[in-house]
């Protein structure tokens, strides 16, 4: 299988990684999605894999040459529309940063050329893959916690310093949509439920310079079977904390609660007494797992489905943000 990647300003390591053992499976070309966008780090890294690959100024001419089979959109958040629209298109297969798009209409939009299109396509939610994650999902999924009723997650990240595209909403899309979108995307998926509504609030406030990007942010989602979710989002992790983000979820259900932070999973339910701390099931990769897919071997844990319900709530929540209002589904 061939492959092209446009843009390179976010989770590319996971295709990087991903082609490690994969042997018919190559990188043919690289190109910018967005004006400005420096891609020399993307081309050494490709070359470093042993890849004899194109590097192309236009996306659209670098998919018209090289027609692979998949497209990989990489690029500023507020180009995903675009450039996801052109692979698809050209019956690329898709895999695509999140969120997919940065305004409802684009979404709705690019889910209807995706279902023309007949191929498939998977966001980069690539943190349901790590071990902690995937150890807690499985638990849950194998009723260690009975029914899930309540959910509370976080995202918190270093701020640093942001480069430009960051710094306006057109490129960047919101704080919601970037940083929040993981943690969104675990709420739909843990729960298995439906979104019915949103209310959120978020805040430019003590940003450090960086324009319109929200440095703080608390969404409360109402599910289908009334369930309740919560994700609170922030770039206040200090500068000399240990990692970079610091990523946690709370799930309470009817024989359980279980808890992931700190890369570690905590159990308590009706069967043991005291918290137990599960063993880690080993992490996985999600482009191998979309490869998977291509070839018919399984499904890919992150479905299309997935990839448009997590990006329609994540705008939602930024649009409820934004008017103060609860916004229904």
């Known amino acids: 299988m061939n492959i092209c990647i ?3 300003s976010g989770h590319v390591p996971y295709v990087l990684r991903g082609l490690k053992g ?10 910018p999605g967005s004006v400005g966008e420096n891609m020399d780090g ?6 470093e894999l042993g890849f004899s690959h194109k590097r192309y100024d236009d996306y659209c001419q670098m998919l018209d040459e090289l027609k692979p089979d998949i497209a990989v959109v990489n690029c500023f958040f507020g180009d995903h529309f675009k450039a996801a629209s052109e692979a698809l298109k050209r019956g690329c297969h898709l895999f695509v940063e999140k969120p997919i798009a940065t305004e409802l209409d684009d979404l709705y939009k690019l889910r209807e050329i995706y279902e023309k299109s007949g191929v498939h396509l998977a966001a980069m939610f690539g943190i349901r893959y790590t071990s902690h994650f995937l150890t807690a999902w499985e638990a849950v999924k194998n009723g260690a916690i009975g029914e899930v009723r309540l959910m509370n997650a976080q995202k918190s990240y270093k701020l640093g310093v942001r480069g430009e595209n960051y710094r306006n909403r057109k490129t960047y899309g919101g704080t919601i949509p970037w940083v929040g979108s993981h943690a969104i995307d675990w709420l739909y998926w ?11 609030s978020h805040s430019t406030k003590f940003n450090q310079g960086h324009g319109d990007l929200e440095m703080s942010a608390l969404c409360h989602f109402t599910f289908t079977n009334e369930v309740f979710g919560s994700v609170n989002i922030d770039y206040l992790r200090p500068q000399n904390a240990p990692t970079h983000d610091d990523d946690r979820i709370r799930i309470a259900g009817t024989k359980g609660v ?9 159990l308590i339910n009706n069967k043991e007494k ?3 701390e599960l063993p880690l099931v080993p992490e996985q990769n999600i482009f191998k797992d979309f490869l998977k897919e291509l070839r018919g071997e399984g499904k890919c844990l992150v479905s299309a489905e997935d990839s448009f319900a997590v990006t329609e709530a994540c705008l939602k929540a930024r649009q409820s943000a934004d008017e ?3 916004i229904y589904f």
């Open 190 to 200: 843990f729960s298995g439920e439906k979104f019915e509504s949103v209310f959120a």
């Open 324 to 326: 103060k209002r609860v």
């Open 42 to 47: 993307l081309d050494k890294k490709v070359a």
């Open 274 to 276: 005291g918290i137990q």
């Open 22 to 31: 994969e042997n018919d499976v190559y990188i043919t070309g690289i190109a």
């Open 258 to 266: 279980i808890e992931v932070r700190g890369g570690k999973v905590y």
């Open 6 to 8: 446009i843009g390179s």
